[in-house]
């Protein structure tokens, strides 16, 4: 009998830990459902970082370029 509480009490604080989880956004459980969009987006979201850089790389890049340009200013000074 002490086993199905111990089992009860288990399923209890699982409960607890994947609603902490799901209020975090780190999973779907009860009250929230993915869509498929957002499954999609999860699963295919790795494999277009790595077909098409993203806005931070073409950022830092039109950064890089412009400090080189000013230093080549510079040098010319």
Do not use: K, N
């Not at 009998?1 to 699982?14: G, I, P, Q």
């Not at 790795?46 to 993203?54: A, E, G, K, R, W």
């Amino acid at each position: 009998m002490w086993w199905l509480l111990l089992a009860l009490a288990a399923l209890v604080v699982a409960d607890r830990l994947l609603l902490r989880a799901e209020a975090r956004g780190w999973v779907y459980y009860r009250r929230h459902r993915a869509t498929s969009t957002q499954v999609g987006s999860a699963a295919f979201g790795p494999v277009f970082d790595l077909i098409q850089p993203t806005r931070q790389v073409i950022v830092e890049e039109r950064d890089r370029q412009e400090l080189m340009r000013e230093q080549a200013g510079q040098d010319e000074e």
